[in-house]
């Protein structure tokens, strides 16, 4: 991506480590740091980021600084960045404003997957995240309950990759060869797209498919 990026984290390590990655990927990216609330709404209006990468239950920072950035820049693309912690957390994280979340022992491949759908104005949340909130028995479709709109539903390039390759019958296996990806992000993706498309098993994401013009309807009609 473009743009600046804040990276909001106590942890020195992490925020220098991230940088280096964020910075070999070759784009034209601005890093700027944060190792406290109070520092990330000092560079808040300074820098106007594209883009606030968040650990928002560590040390030094809450869902309070979550909230006071959407105050002053409404709409803030944020991503959070946490350990584990229990899904009614992270849904009261999600509400106050952080648009993705994933945790820290994620692959590499997830985070940057993250950050660049994020970036893009869409969503993603690992399966992890997703696994904890539903053994809070916290259901997904209230997630976004406080902001419920008409808008309509938007996949990302590589979900609507992930969805057409779903459709025509191959497994993650096989996804996951196909688009040079491990088999554990094409699991994450089919749960953001089962998430965003609020449907529970294939055969709804396959008539979402064929319905939006990703697939053919004739490659489901057998002749004698």
């Known amino acids: 991506m473009q743009g600046t990026i804040v990276i909001a984290d106590s942890s020195p390590v992490f925020r220098h480590g991230l940088e280096q990655i964020l910075l070999k990927r070759g784009n034209?990216?601005?890093?700027?740091?944060?190792?406290?609330?109070?520092?990330?709404?000092?560079?808040l209006t300074p820098n106007a980021p594209e883009l606030v990468i968040i650990d928002c239950m560590a040390p030094k920072f809450s869902v309070d600084d979550v909230l006071a950035c959407q105050r002053v820049h409404p709409g803030l693309k944020m991503l959070a960045i946490t350990a584990a912690h229990s899904g009614q957390s992270i849904v009261h994280a999600l509400r106050a404003g952080i648009t993705s979340y994933v945790k820290k022992d994620c692959s590499m491949e997830e985070v940057l997957e993250a950050i660049d759908e994020t970036s893009a104005g869409g969503t993603f949340f690992c399966g992890q995240i997703l696994a904890a909130i539903e053994a809070d028995s916290i259901p997904v479709d209230d997630l976004e309950s406080a902001d419920a709109s008409c808008d309509p539903i938007v996949l990302s390039n590589r979900e609507i990759?992930?969805?057409?390759?779903?459709?025509?019958?191959?497994?993650?296996?096989?996804i996951a060869d196909k688009l040079f990806l491990s088999s554990h992000t094409v699991n994450t993706h089919r749960k953001n797209i089962m998430q965003k498309l609020r449907v529970n098993n294939t055969a709804a994401m396959v008539m979402y498919a064929v319905k939006s013009g990703f697939v053919s309807p004739n490659r489901f009609l057998f002749h004698q």
């Open 28 to 43: 034209d990216t601005t890093v700027v740091h944060a190792e406290s609330g109070e520092e990330l709404q000092a560079v």
């Open 161 to 174: 990759e992930v969805l057409t390759l779903i459709s025509e019958g191959l497994t993650n296996v096989q």
